[in-house]
């Protein structure tokens, strides 16, 4: 069976996911669609709006068959740590082809990107340009010469090298692709009577009270406007309050911290709000991304014993079409990770801090998300 490979958020899945799910099996014809996807917290530091279980259930429902969950410990890293878990899972399921969005539509400045920073000197500069203060997205526009690839550092374009890197690096037999995002950038506002938004705005109008139901596709439609909402900024009375009560010394055991952001962190620790406190904390070196995605680490007492875990150890399945269990069966004999339908407690640690994640954001949602950790896969 010809498997196609996606990796994704879906925070939340709108058209411009639909259309890229349809083209991407347009131009592989693939016989399963396979997406690898962010669970409760997503890659930018930040807990997932809905559910992964709305998510899952919506992605089922618009041409995908089998949905694979990304340890969240992975998705709270840099694009290069979360494309290299990604890829490593679709890898290990056997996909045969992989198609992801950038802005280029092109695979070749891809490629030319690539090559470049495999290079001694742009490792040196990119070093060197580190040392100055700069974050490693900005030392890497600055190491990047060439003006015509320096134009491709886009968001996506960056997630896409992060892929080709992950492939290069795993020496995978998957066969990279790419499809050109259309028309809503990444940051776009919202703009009434346009069929596709950015994720970004939607999540925008949803925190304004707007309603989002004609922006994405059904199921999720019928949902969206009342679904419960979580974000990091809800959670920063309990990550002040634990900010107040410990000093360097708890870092040592805390992963997610190196530089001396700690150390920004405690002198920011008497600020009022989220907000405030990312000010307080932002620097040339330090993007927004970074500083939330460690703040979420630190919320979730995140142990640095995790950095033990260099790749995805096992195959969690959120959800499957009838095509998607038929594939798995398919595959299984030659799969070399266990495949977890639930997490169990006691399973493994990372499946322990999934159901973790679940009770603190239920904290916040009055739903037994915890419980849901533990039901089967969604099956449609």
Request: overall charge positive.
């Amino acid at each position: 069976m010809k498997a196609l490979g996606l990796i994704a958020e879906y925070n939340p899945m709108h058209f411009g996911h639909t259309y890229h799910i349809r083209e991407s099996q347009a131009l592989k014809k693939p016989d399963v669609t396979i997406v690898v996807m962010s669970g409760s917290v997503v890659q930018r530091g930040d807990f997932a709006m809905h559910d992964k279980w709305v998510r899952t259930h919506t992605a089922l429902h618009n041409g995908v068959d089998l949905v694979i969950e990304l340890p969240s410990f992975y998705v709270l890293q840099s694009a290069d740590y979360f494309a290299q878990a990604s890829v490593d899972l679709l890898d290990q399921l056997h996909v045969s082809d992989l198609v992801f969005g950038s802005e280029t539509g092109d695979l070749n400045p891809l490629k030319s990107l690539l090559a470049l920073h495999q290079t001694s000197a742009f490792k040196a500069a990119v070093k060197a340009a580190s040392a100055e203060g700069l974050s490693y997205p900005d030392a890497m526009v600055k190491a990047t010469q060439n003006a015509d690839l320096k134009l491709g550092l886009t968001p996506n374009n960056i997630l896409g090298l992060g892929y080709l890197k992950a492939l290069n690096a795993l020496d995978s037999q998957i066969n990279a692709d790419t499809i050109k995002r259309t028309k809503r950038t990444y940051y776009a506002p919202l703009k009434k009577f346009q069929k596709i938004q950015s994720a970004t705005a939607i999540r925008t109008a949803i925190n304004s009270g707007q309603s989002a139901a004609s922006y994405v596709p059904d199921p999720l439609s019928g949902v969206i406007d009342t679904a419960p909402t979580v974000q990091l900024a809800d959670f920063y009375r309990e990550f002040s309050y634990r900010l107040k009560m410990v000093d360097n010394a708890a870092f040592k055991h805390q992963f997610g911290f190196a530089e001396g952001l700690e150390n920004r962190f405690l002198k920011a620790h008497h600020h009022a709000t989220y907000f405030d406190f990312l000010e307080a904390v932002k620097t040339p070196r330090y993007t927004y991304a970074h500083i939330n995605r460690a703040m979420m680490h630190f919320l979730l007492h995140t142990p640095a014993a995790f950095d033990a875990f260099d790749a995805p150890p096992y195959i969690r399945i959120l959800g499957m079409t009838k095509t998607g269990q038929a594939y798995l069966n398919h595959v299984k004999k030659d799969l070399h990770l266990p495949v977890y339908t639930s997490a169990k407690h006691g399973q493994h640690p990372l499946l322990d801090f999934e159901i973790k994640i679940s009770q603190l954001i239920a904290t916040k949602t009055n739903q037994d998300f915890a419980q849901k950790e533990l039901n089967p896969p969604i099956r449609v």
